[in-house]
């Protein structure tokens, strides 16, 4: 069984940065390479909210609109790991943020149904 394990949260003043990280593995220490791997996060009270996602091999990106400029989305597939840099984090940011991975094709990374593991979850906190 797959799975993820995120890191990085934190908490951050407005303005600030972090980086998400987000390791595929199994206890058996095999693992393949995931198809499109993405990142959600849902704040108090709120739905789970796409954020970012990225295809096998990081040719093809997509953003939330809220993010867009402000965070990158990329992976390195020697190390099944995805990774969020997050700069001028403000307080709408604040959630817990999940990383998820599909083993199959994912046409559209906004749809978490298309995606076959989830992490934990990491929070991240934007406070001054």
């Known amino acids: 069984q797959m799975q993820l394990a995120e890191s990085g949260g934190g908490l951050v003043q407005p303005g600030g940065s972090l980086r998400l990280s987000c390791t595929a593995s199994t206890a058996s220490g095999r693992t393949r390479s995931m198809s499109a791997m993405g990142w959600f996060r849902q704040a108090t009270g709120k739905e789970r909210e796409f954020v970012a996602g990225i295809g096998r091999w990081s040719a093809v990106t997509d953003y939330a609109d809220s993010v867009k400029g402000r965070f990158t989305i990329s992976r390195d597939n020697a190390k099944n790991t995805v990774y969020l840099q997050m700069n001028s984090l403000n307080a709408e940011d604040a959630a817990v943020y999940y990383c998820?991975?599909?083993?199959?094709?994912?046409?559209?990374?906004?749809?978490?149904?298309?995606?076959?593991?989830w992490g934990q979850g990491t929070q991240v906190t934007v406070s001054a």
């Open positions: 998820a991975a599909a083993q199959g094709y994912v046409s559209d990374f906004r749809v978490a149904g298309k995606y076959d593991y």
